[in-house]
């Protein structure tokens, strides 16, 4: 059953690259974000199928807490983004620089992204060791 989901998604996702390259490119001159668009849309479908192949096996169980973890991955994530638009409004003209100096000011708008997403999962309550299998 997974491998027919992943085959499922695999053929969404040629579909959605379609779906989306063409008009992007053709009105906006952007169409690798249909690329991006389209994978992450065939990833959501994918996880959502297994999920709900779960659910109706009845191998999924949800346990309490998980409302609450949730919205404390939601606002890690949020307070994500809004460091990075922070960064991004702070270094502007991005076409004009060199590659080096683009290269070093992505690589630290990722480790802001990164720092700022781990402090606000710990303030959160969430801690790392939450992460590492049980098995």
Known sequence: TPV???IYAMLANMLL??????PLYLIFNIGHVGLALATAVSAY????????GLR??????????????????GG?????????????SVWTGWQEWFWW????????LCILGLAVYGASLR?????????????
């Open 45 to 52: 479908l994918n996880a959502y199928l297994l999920f709900r």
């Open 17 to 22: 690259n379609v779906v989306f390259v063409l």
């Open 76 to 88: 890690a994530n949020a307070a994500m983004v809004a460091a990075l638009v922070g960064g991004l």
């Open 4 to 6: 027919r989901i992943g």
């Open 56 to 73: 109706r096996l009845g191998v999924y169980r949800q346990e309490p807490g998980w409302a609450r973890r949730l919205l404390s991955f």
């Open 101 to 108: 100096q683009r290269g070093w000011r992505l690589a630290v």
């Open 123 to 135: 303030i959160m309550g969430i801690k790392f060791s939450e992460f590492r299998s049980n098995h």
